[in-house]
């Protein structure tokens, strides 16, 4: 794997692994964690489309969790380019950090709503709240097995099972069975796989041509062959 692909994926393990250690301390079972049993010190903020929510070395003093929207956290690279390291959907939480300061960058990808939660009283919270503890919990094991996954795709070399990968796991977090609204654009999903935006737009149209999918809209994939999915990315 190119190094630079490497260190997106240790990142990723590296804060779920940090956060995974720290929040296993309680796991009694409860309510669910959500917003309004959170600490006090949460705060929702709107973010336009495109618009940072923190930089890469910036103190990371909170962490997050998407209310509405998606949201996307990369690195930018000397050269200019671009490696996104995860899209993060409604309900999921980001921001975890192993050290105090954020590894990746997070941007809103379309108009966003997230919550804030200081990473400072996440301890008294979840002392006092064994439901936020198991929730919380779930949320980083969940960062870690997509961070894997991640890791292990990076290293095909095949874009047609990278992008059936990718439309697979995009069907997995959407409200509707086996139809996606893509709302990142083709040039998010290359940075995403580590292909080009022409080699995501050409395999796009290839799925279509072959009946794999159906593109209804520019951004909305129907899968009409999900067994063919399956079977690139096995």
């Known amino acids: 794997m190119p190094t ?7 990142n990723g393990f590296a804060a779920a692994q940090a956060a995974t250690a720290f929040l296993s301390r309680t796991s009694a079972p409860a309510d669910r964690f959500e917003p ?3 600490p006090r010190s949460s705060t929702i903020m709107p973010f336009i489309a495109g618009s940072e929510i923190y930089a890469e070395g910036d103190q990371a003093v909170s962490f997050y969790k998407v209310v509405s929207g998606v949201v996307r956290s990369c690195k930018f690279l000397s050269d200019g380019r671009r490696q996104i390291d995860a899209f993060y959907v409604a309900g999921d939480v980001f921001g975890f950090e192993a050290g105090l300061q954020h590894g990746l960058s997070a941007e809103a990808v379309n108009d966003c709503k997230i919550i804030s939660f200081s990473r400072r009283s996440l301890e008294a919270g979840v002392a006092k709240d064994a439901g936020m503890a198991q929730e919380m919990f779930s949320y980083v094991m969940r960062s870690l097995e997509r961070s894997r996954a991640h890791s292990l795709l990076l290293g095909r070399g095949n874009a047609a099972q990278k992008l059936a990968s990718f439309l697979l796991e995009m069907t997995s977090r959407a409200p509707a069975d086996e139809v996606i609204d893509l709302v990142m654009t083709r040039q998010d999903i290359a940075d995403y796989l580590g292909l ?3 080699t995501v737009s050409r395999t796009l149209s290839q799925f279509e041509r072959d009946g794999v999918i159906a593109l209804s809209l520019a951004r909305r994939v129907h899968l009409k062959n999900p067994t063919a999915l399956r079977n690139l990315d096995s």
Request: hydrophobic share 55%; aromatic share 0%.
């Open 4 to 10: 630079s692909l490497a260190v997106l994926a240790d």
């Open 36 to 38: 309004h049993s959170a």
């Open 196 to 198: 080009t935006m022409e």
